[in-house]
């Protein structure tokens, strides 16, 4: 795919193929991780290696916490709720991490290597159980 980004950072494509090929990739994306959730699996989510070669999962939980905004009010009422909401706690805390605004940040002092990896474990096994409390809105 040749697409770009207008300079308000709206996706932008070629012309309609492009942009019918990025929705098919899309869905058959959706339909691939949708279908390992319905049979009650975790599934393993792609995350970006830094320079380093490291992968952080910062990326990975700030488009998933992102994502939410698109159903803001059904995801409000699962955040919120203790019974259904607890697989966004590792969501978030990679999220925020680095926020510009401390106040925002999990922790005061950097993430052990230890703590990360039990945070990403976390965010794969919060997505299915984020999944399955999201049923009842299905």
């Not at 492009?18 to 995350?47: C, I, K, Q």
């Not at 052990?112 to 984020?130: K, P, V």
């Amino acid at each position: 795919l040749q697409s770009g980004a207008s300079e308000d950072d709206d996706l932008t494509f070629d012309d309609e193929e492009e942009a019918e090929e990025f929705v098919s990739l899309v869905m058959r994306h959706w339909s691939a991780v949708n279908a390992t959730f319905a049979r009650d699996e975790p599934h393993m989510g792609v995350f970006l290696e830094n320079e380093a070669g490291v992968s952080l999962g910062n990326d990975w939980a700030k488009g998933f916490q992102r994502a939410t905004h698109l159903r803001s009010a059904v995801w409000g009422k699962i955040v919120n709720d203790e019974a259904r909401g607890g697989g966004m706690i590792p969501i978030f805390a990679l999220a925020y991490e680095h926020d510009p605004d401390p106040e925002m940040r999990p922790y005061e002092e950097p993430i052990s290597a230890e703590r990360r990896e039990d945070l990403r474990i976390g965010m794969i096994a919060g997505a299915l159980q984020l999944y399955r409390a999201f049923a009842p809105e299905r």
